[in-house]
Nanobody, 124 residues
Framework: VQLQASGGGLVQAGGSLRLSCAAS????????MGWFRQAPGKEREFVAA????????YYADSVKGRFTISRENAKNTVYLQMNSLKPEDTAIYYC??????????????????WGQGTQVTVSS
């Protein structure tokens, strides 16, 4: 599966963005669809995940209550709605899928397919 992430940009603190991740070639597979981010000089970190089987959602503590992950099956697309953005949310955001291990949605190394990343910059 090929993933195409889009929707990043420059926004002021307190603003909102919606990221999209479209799958092509075939549908999302594996247990979860996930979003991760990587800021300059930092390791890639988990942001949010959605369980394919029942739609359960999971969030990093740093984004809980501000970000929402969702999917639109008809469009083979996963979204990340980001509200109340903070400068510390500045990073490249990546979507990922094809994780075959249950319960460890937060582990980036277990995801086999990744999008190219989209830059999110939040100014203070």
């Amino acid at each position: 599966v090929q993933l195409q992430a889009s929707g990043g940009g420059l926004v002021q603190a307190g603003g909102s963005l919606r990221l999209s991740c479209a799958a092509s070639g075939r549908s999302f597979s594996g247990y979860y669809m996930g979003w991760f981010r990587q800021a300059p000089g930092k390791e890639r970190e988990f942001v949010a995940a959605l369980k394919r089987s029942d739609g359960s959602t999971y969030y990093a503590d740093s984004v809980k209550g501000r970000f929402t992950i969702s999917r639109e099956n008809a469009k083979n697309t996963v979204y990340l709605q980001m509200n109340s953005l903070k400068p510390e949310d500045t990073a490249i955001y990546y979507c990922a899928t094809e994780i075959t291990s249950p319960g460890v949605y937060y582990t980036s190394s277990l995801y086999a397919s990744w999008g190219q990343g989209t830059q999110v910059t939040v100014s203070s």
